[in-house]
Nanobody
């Protein structure tokens, strides 16, 4: 199982960026997907999550600015980030919560991709 994230970059405050995370290993359809981030000196936090049936959940600091979506045909989850702020600067990680059977769950993490927002 591999999660390959892409879309890292340096943007100015107010700009936009889209992250992608492609999942291999035939797990995507049975996985809830999420984006997390970790800024220097801070704990990893939830940014956005999307379940297998498309329900979404967002961290308070990104509500109204970020949108998470998934494309089952491409086994890919996206994070569209708009109105970026310097405090959004962090390493962003995608996560797959693979649930092949009721009551069983396996978590997989991508390698992380750096997003830097300049003021």
């Amino acid at each position: 199982v591999q999660l390959q994230a892409s879309g890292r970059g340096l943007v100015q405050a107010g700009g936009s960026l889209r992250l992608s995370c492609a999942a291999s290993g035939n797990i995507f359809s049975a996985s809830d997907m999420g984006w997390y981030r970790q800024a220097p000196g801070k704990q990893r936090e939830l940014v956005a999550a999307i379940t297998r049936d498309g329900s979404t959940n967002y961290g308070d600091s990104v509500k109204g600015r970020f949108t998470v979506s998934r494309d089952s045909a491409r086994n890919t989850v996206f994070l569209q980030m708009n109105s970026l702020k310097p405090e959004d600067t962090a390493v962003y990680y995608c996560k797959a919560e693979f649930q092949p059977l009721l009551g069983r769950r396996f978590d997989y993490w991508g390698q992380g991709t750096l997003v830097t927002v300049s003021s």
